[in-house]
């Protein structure tokens, strides 16, 4: 199938981007077109105009604000990949970028299309919330400011408005005493993750964050952190208690991914079942 027609701009900052999604509900922003261009030929989405934001000037940059660095939504995957912009972590973004889909896929696909798109397997999706990430948010009428763990509405869906775009996505930066462990399992390379896990533990913040992810919903933050690492927790019953309705066979990749996610952490190579 083909697109059904649609008017095309490509605007040259975030400001013209937004004033141009105000006049239609029916507009949308385009960035890499990765996960867009396909639901356009397949008519999942209709959109009368498309305003495209990939070469928007003021998206494509990086501001180290000291204790964090703001990404703009229209970098690349395969630029965090490169080291073209600052990692905010010691090397896993680079290391979560290289493994989405392809090199065709990450030298479009950006962080900030990945986040709007909000699909519950996507990488950045899991891992940016797990890093306690938040995303600037700009309309016409002002920006604002959202946690990622407030951004995912449901699967596909979030708090954006339709004249909305994602501008920014600052990710708290996490020193060397940081530990961090991020599993997903695919069924080939390339694919979206059929589950994933991810642990983080920061000491000098004070933070302890297990989260899991591929489930058809947002991320799911879990309580309790501290007792799932100490070992108190069976994790098959961990993962029941979020995620009631999977099967059996993705119940036992979750928890897969999870004990996977945590020895990597905890460099232990094992933990508690
Ligand atoms: C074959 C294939 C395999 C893939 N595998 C993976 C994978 O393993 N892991 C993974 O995480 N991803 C994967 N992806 C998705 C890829 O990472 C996309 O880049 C990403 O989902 C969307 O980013 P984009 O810039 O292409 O957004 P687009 O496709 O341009 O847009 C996606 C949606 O977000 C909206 N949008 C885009 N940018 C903004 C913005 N700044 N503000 C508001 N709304 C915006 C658009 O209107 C649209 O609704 C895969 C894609 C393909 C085609």
Not at 160 to 179: C, S
Not at 232 to 250: C, E, G, I, K, N
Request: net charge neutral.
């Amino acid at each position: 199938m083909k697109p059904v027609r649609f008017d095309y701009a490509a605007a040259p900052d975030a400001a013209t981007a937004c004033s141009l999604l105000t006049q239609s509900v029916a507009a949308k922003p385009i960035a890499g077109g990765q996960s867009l261009g396909p639901m356009l030929n397949l008519r999942l989405v209709r959109p009368d105009a498309l305003v495209d934001i990939s070469r928007a000037s003021d998206l494509r940059g990086v501001r180290d604000e000291g204790n964090a660095i703001v990404y703009g939504a229209a970098v690349t995957h395969a630029e965090i990949e490169d080291g073209a912009v600052p990692d905010a972590t010691p090397g896993w973004l680079a290391s979560v970028a290289r493994r989405i889909a392809y090199r065709a896929v990450r030298n479009r696909g950006t962080i900030g299309g990945s986040l709007a798109h909000a699909d519950p397997a996507a990488d950045w999706v899991n891992v940016l919330t797990a890093l306690d990430a938040s995303v600037v948010l700009t309309r016409s009428l002002g920006t604002r400011t959202v946690a990622l763990a407030e951004f995912f509405t449901g699967p596909f869906a979030t708090v954006l408005a339709h004249d909305e775009i994602v501008t920014g996505v600052r990710v708290p930066k996490r020193g060397a005493a940081a530990r961090w462990g991020y599993w997903k399992f695919c069924l080939k390379v390339g694919d979206f993750a059929k589950a994933s896990a991810a642990v983080l533990i920061d000491p000098e913040r004070g933070e302890t964050r297990i989260l899991l992810g591929a489930i058809e919903k947002p991320p799911i933050l879990l309580s309790d952190a501290s007792a799932i690492l100490a070992g108190r927790m069976p994790l098959a019953a961990v993962v029941t208690d979020v995620a009631p309705h999977l099967s059996y066979d993705s119940h036992a990749l979750h928890v897969a991914a999870l004990r996977r996610a945590i020895a990597l952490a905890t460099a232990s190579g094992e933990v508690a079942a």
